[in-house]
């Protein structure tokens, strides 16, 4: 089995607040892992120091074996991380297929020169790419709207474009913060079968950050549970669900499984 991911006693202190502690983490190549836990758990916090927004006070982040710990995030996204964010970001006044296309440039199919000097390769390139942005869209349902300015998608639009721009980065570890919020139950069940198979698809690993639980337990093969900034529990989502630490640790919080 390939390790796509390992934390190593992953710390992180913001002056004397410790928001994440010693957290260990494994996420093998194909899983799709869920990472839960109350507010202010800690879970952003992870996914800005895999991306490279912070930097770990202590520990290491392996990628592919490689540590990445101190990496600054296009650094990070070359490598091959992708990911969402809780509010979403996207460049709100350029069309939907502006956004996809700007993250082709990542792996950018031409090379600085021809792209400025307008060379053969760079219309070959660019036209490949638009080609391959649509293709994207019409994955997610959306080529129909590719002309779109993104800012005036429906909500769960956006959460989808995001999704498919993060893609087109040609990720192997996706990082998905909170992908169903502010969707409603049927947006949230067609997003389930839709990360699923561009797990498939796209040979990805993915990490779900999700207060959706009926999202974290349909989806996830295995889940973290975050509570202060300590994992608190590992296991297969019927474990995480019948665990005390865990339940103990949402009390107060309204928890649905439904
Ligand atoms: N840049 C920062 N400076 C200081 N404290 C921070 C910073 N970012 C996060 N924190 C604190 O770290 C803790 C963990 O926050 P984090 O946003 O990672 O939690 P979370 O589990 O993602 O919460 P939520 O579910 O509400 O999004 C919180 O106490 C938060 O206030």
Not at 76 to 105: C, M, P, W
Request: proline share 4%; net charge negative.
């Amino acid at each position: 089995m390939t390790e796509v991911l390992k934390l190593n006693q992953l710390t992180k202190l913001f002056g004397g607040l410790t928001a994440v502690s010693q957290v260990d983490m494994t996420l093998n190549k194909g899983e799709l892992i869920g990472l839960i836990g109350p507010n202010g758990a800690g879970k952003t916090t992870i996914f800005n120091l895999l991306t490279g927004v912070y930097v770990p006070s202590k520990g290491d982040i392996l990628f592919m074996g490689k540590s990445i710990s101190g990496k600054k995030p296009y650094q990070v996204t070359a490598e091959g991380v992708a990911r969402t964010f809780q509010n979403i970001r996207l460049f709100a006044d350029l069309s939907v297929l502006d956004n996809v296309k700007i993250a082709y440039h990542w792996h950018g199919k031409y090379n600085l020169a021809s792209s400025l000097l307008r060379l053969p390769g760079y219309f070959a390139g660019e036209k490949k790419m638009t080609e391959d942005a649509v293709e994207l869209l019409d994955i997610f349902n959306l080529a129909d709207k590719k002309d779109e300015i993104a800012k005036n998608l429906p909500y769960g639009l956006q959460r989808r474009l995001e999704i498919a721009r993060a893609l087109a980065a040609g990720p192997k570890l996706l990082l998905l913060d909170e992908p169903a919020a502010g969707m409603n139950p049927l947006e949230t069940r067609d997003l389930m079968d839709l990360i699923r198979w561009i797990r498939n698809e796209f040979n990805l690993t993915v990490l779900l950050i999700e207060h959706d639980m009926s999202l974290v337990m349909g989806v996830c093969e295995r889940i973290y549970v975050l509570d202060y900034g300590k994992i608190i529990a590992e296991g297969l989502p019927d474990e995480i669900k019948a665990n005390p630490k865990v339940i103990e640790a949402y009390l107060g919080e309204e928890v649905s499984y439904a």
